[in-house]
Protein backbone atom coordinates (compact mmCIF):
# COMPACT_ATOMS: atom_id res chain seq x y z
CA UNK A 1 0.00 0.00 0.00
CA UNK A 2 1.02 3.38 -1.15
CA UNK A 3 2.28 6.31 1.61
CA UNK A 4 -1.01 8.80 2.15
CA UNK A 5 0.40 12.07 1.04
CA UNK A 6 0.33 14.94 3.71
CA UNK A 7 1.65 17.83 1.28
CA UNK A 8 -0.95 20.88 1.24
CA UNK A 9 0.55 21.70 -2.40
CA UNK A 10 2.50 20.26 -4.94
CA UNK A 11 6.01 20.03 -4.79
CA UNK A 12 7.69 20.35 -7.86
CA UNK A 13 11.57 19.42 -9.14
CA UNK A 14 14.62 21.86 -8.42
CA UNK A 15 18.23 21.26 -8.40
CA UNK A 16 18.94 24.33 -5.40
CA UNK A 17 21.86 24.58 -3.09
CA UNK A 18 20.96 25.20 0.27
CA UNK A 19 22.29 25.97 3.36
CA UNK A 20 20.71 25.60 7.14
CA UNK A 21 21.14 27.45 9.93
CA UNK A 22 20.13 27.19 13.46
CA UNK A 23 18.10 29.97 14.70
CA UNK A 24 21.26 31.74 16.65
CA UNK A 25 22.81 32.10 12.95
CA UNK A 26 25.82 28.92 13.44
CA UNK A 27 25.06 26.92 10.18
CA UNK A 28 24.28 23.38 10.31
CA UNK A 29 24.57 22.01 7.64
CA UNK A 30 24.60 22.34 3.56
CA UNK A 31 22.53 20.61 0.86
CA UNK A 32 20.73 20.11 -2.25
CA UNK A 33 17.24 20.76 -2.17
CA UNK A 34 15.42 18.19 -4.74
CA UNK A 35 11.67 19.46 -4.79
CA UNK A 36 10.20 22.60 -3.29
CA UNK A 37 6.69 23.54 -3.05
CA UNK A 38 5.04 27.22 -1.54
CA UNK A 39 5.19 25.64 2.34
CA UNK A 40 8.04 23.04 2.01
CA UNK A 41 11.16 21.15 0.38
CA UNK A 42 13.29 18.12 0.44
CA UNK A 43 17.07 18.64 1.30
CA UNK A 44 19.68 15.71 0.11
CA UNK A 45 22.07 16.59 3.09
CA UNK A 46 25.76 15.16 3.20
CA UNK A 47 25.36 14.13 6.54
CA UNK A 48 22.31 13.41 9.10
CA UNK A 49 20.89 16.01 10.38
CA UNK A 50 21.46 16.44 14.00
CA UNK A 51 18.32 16.21 15.95
CA UNK A 52 16.77 20.11 16.54
CA UNK A 53 13.69 22.12 16.32
CA UNK A 54 13.46 25.29 14.24
CA UNK A 55 15.95 26.12 11.43
CA UNK A 56 16.51 28.74 8.85
CA UNK A 57 17.35 27.65 5.66
CA UNK A 58 19.30 29.54 3.26
CA UNK A 59 18.19 29.34 -0.83
CA UNK A 60 19.37 31.50 -3.60
CA UNK A 61 17.74 33.75 -4.81
CA UNK A 62 17.90 35.80 -8.16
CA UNK A 63 18.28 39.59 -7.28
CA UNK A 64 20.82 40.89 -10.34
CA UNK A 65 23.63 39.41 -10.40
CA UNK A 66 25.45 37.86 -8.37
CA UNK A 67 22.46 35.54 -6.57
CA UNK A 68 21.75 36.10 -3.00
CA UNK A 69 20.47 34.05 -0.03
CA UNK A 70 17.63 34.70 1.41
CA UNK A 71 16.79 33.09 4.85
CA UNK A 72 13.57 31.41 5.68
CA UNK A 73 12.14 29.49 8.76
CA UNK A 74 11.98 26.21 8.34
CA UNK A 75 10.81 22.85 10.48
CA UNK A 76 12.30 19.44 10.11
CA UNK A 77 9.01 17.60 9.32
CA UNK A 78 10.78 13.87 7.99
CA UNK A 79 13.74 12.99 8.54
CA UNK A 80 15.42 9.86 7.04
CA UNK A 81 19.27 8.52 6.78
CA UNK A 82 20.95 12.06 4.81
CA UNK A 83 17.33 13.60 3.58
CA UNK A 84 15.19 16.12 5.28
CA UNK A 85 11.50 17.05 4.44
CA UNK A 86 11.21 20.62 5.88
CA UNK A 87 7.69 23.04 6.21
CA UNK A 88 8.48 26.80 5.62
CA UNK A 89 6.96 29.43 7.47
CA UNK A 90 7.02 31.99 5.13
CA UNK A 91 5.40 34.63 6.63
CA UNK A 92 5.88 38.05 5.04
CA UNK A 93 5.17 39.54 1.70
CA UNK A 94 8.77 39.16 0.59
CA UNK A 95 9.22 35.82 1.77
CA UNK A 96 5.90 34.77 0.31
CA UNK A 97 7.39 35.72 -2.79
CA UNK A 98 10.53 34.52 -2.90
CA UNK A 99 9.26 30.61 -2.69
CA UNK A 100 6.05 31.63 -4.69
CA UNK A 101 8.83 32.87 -7.67
CA UNK A 102 11.00 30.14 -6.72
CA UNK A 103 8.23 27.46 -7.57
CA UNK A 104 6.82 29.23 -10.58
CA UNK A 105 10.31 28.84 -11.92
CA UNK A 106 10.52 25.65 -11.64
CA UNK A 107 6.72 25.03 -12.54
CA UNK A 108 7.50 26.79 -15.96
CA UNK A 109 10.39 25.14 -16.95
CA UNK A 110 9.83 21.38 -15.53
CA UNK A 111 12.40 21.61 -13.25
CA UNK A 112 14.45 24.51 -11.85
CA UNK A 113 18.38 24.05 -11.43
CA UNK A 114 20.72 26.91 -9.48
CA UNK A 115 24.67 26.88 -8.65
Known sequence: MLGVEHRRER???VLLPVKLYYC???EVARGLARNVSRNGMY???????PTCGLLQIAIPTPAGD???AVRLLAAVTHAAGRGVGLEIFADS???RAVL????????????LRVG
Open 11 to 13: RVP
Open 93 to 95: PDE
Open 43 to 49: VELADSL
Open 24 to 26: DGD
Open 100 to 111: EALVESASEMGS
Open 66 to 68: PYR
